[in-house]
């Protein structure tokens, strides 16, 4: 913390310091051979004490604390090969993540070395990566909230899309449970995280245009949480969870008539051929996930290069969160080039998804959760609610504070 000595009391000190024969040593009156004109030990202290730094902006709800300086690299010799498992490839917070992989290996002269795979390559799904993280088979990983909430629905809290009335809103959110839910990834996998991937808004591509609530009647929608699941029910819709890297081949043979994902993850995967509209976003639906190490491959890692590890993490958050809104704004224009129909929700409509998410999402996840007694329904009372301004009741019902 930097504390300012106002202009007075630096002035009346210099004076002191020139009446005891001041201007050697910059420590100042402690060690002085002014004898009794030395001025007390706890009148040089008092500048620093009266200047609080009242004025300074509090950061905003977007922005993670920058690291005011960079940990000194003092560990040699170790040599440790980790294999980083993202969603997959075609994402683009994965392909950023090469930066961080790049910033690791360079501060620490080449000891870490990270190797790119994802859930695809290596046949999993990601819905039991808690587990996997734990024992130790994903020894360094990717864990989406909206995946693993099937059994622990906790993580969910900030996956009630619709209840935000904006992008920054959500991730005021984020923020406010951000160590909380860091806490909770520690205490079921066991192991530490490193830093967090956002991924774009969501978005609806189909094979029809949705225009009116109508539209939604009965239309088989690849969904990737349960809370997602819910809010696409109270559509009309009929909700599929499924696995990324099916999704294509379902669209592709009917068994989907929609799906909903990224505009740059649809577009990655090459949903524009088997899909002809793409509609929204959802406001507020950034998704996050949680890049885990197991615990005892921590444990074994030196102090410095920790630290090198969540410093070059806190870095790739930060270019992640400022890439964000680009990336929706570009992949929407690349699926309109590749012939896709696009539009956003219309006010009716994105009316019925906030109505959606108060009277029927966020009901049904916390009762998942174990009621508004569990942990998520005393977290989202106490740290959402105040910034959504919608709280859940002791009945379990929610509704506008």
Not at 94 to 116: A, M, N, S, Y
Not at 211 to 217: A, K, L, N, P, S
Request: charged share 20%; aromatic share 10%.
């Amino acid at each position: 913390m930097i504390r300012v000595i106002p202009a007075l009391a630096l002035f009346l000190l210099m004076l002191m310091l020139m009446a005891c024969g001041g201007g050697g040593d910059a420590g100042g009156g402690g060690a002085s051979t002014g004898g009794a004109s030395a001025p007390p030990a706890t009148v040089m202290a008092e500048p620093t004490a009266m200047a609080e730094p009242t004025a300074m902006p509090e950061p905003t709800a977007m922005a993670e604390p920058k690291a005011m300086e960079e940990t000194e690299l003092v560990s040699s010799g170790y040599d440790f090969d980790f294999q980083y498992v993202c969603v997959n490839r075609t994402l683009r917070p994965c392909q950023l993540v090469e930066e961080f992989i790049k910033g690791v290996e360079e501060r620490t002269d080449g000891q870490i070395e990270i190797t790119l795979s994802s859930y695809p390559e290596l046949g999993i799904s990601g819905f039991d990566m808690i587990r996997l993280i734990d024992d130790g088979t994903v020894e360094f990983g990717e864990i989406y909230s909206g995946f693993v909430a099937g059994d622990f629905p906790i993580f969910n809290i900030t996956n009630i899309w619709g209840l935000a009335d904006s992008p920054e809103q959500y991730l005021e959110m984020v923020a406010a449970v951000k160590d909380d839910l860091y806490r909770i990834v520690t205490r079921e996998s066991g192991g530490q995280v490193v830093f967090r991937n956002f991924y774009p808004s969501q978005y609806f591509y189909s094979k029809r245009p949705l225009q009116t609530i109508d539209d939604f009647e009965g239309m088989k929608t690849r969904v990737h949480s349960p809370v997602l699941g819910d809010l696409i029910s109270a559509l009309g819709a009929d909700d599929q969870t499924m696995a990324f890297a099916e999704v294509y081949t379902a669209l592709e043979r009917g068994i989907l008539e929609a799906g909903v994902t990224a505009a740059s993850a649809g577009y990655g995967q090459r949903w524009y051929e088997v899909t002809d509209y793409l509609t929204g976003p959802f406001i507020g639906s950034f998704a996050q996930t949680f890049i885990t190490i197991n615990g005892d491959t921590w444990a074994e890692i030196p102090p410095d290069l920790q630290q090198i590890l969540l410093e070059e993490g806190l870095k790739h958050e930060q270019r992640n969160l400022e890439a964000v809104y680009v990336w929706d704004e570009e992949a929407v224009g690349q699926n309109i080039a590749e012939g896709m129909e696009y539009s956003e929700f219309s006010p009716e409509l994105h009316v019925i998804l906030k109505e959606a998410a108060i009277n029927e999402v966020l009901p049904k996840w916390i009762e998942r959760t174990g009621g508004p007694s569990s942990e998520a329904g005393q977290l989202y009372n106490e740290l959402i609610a105040p910034i959504s301004g919608v709280a859940v009741n002791p009945d379990g019902t929610a509704s506008r504070q």
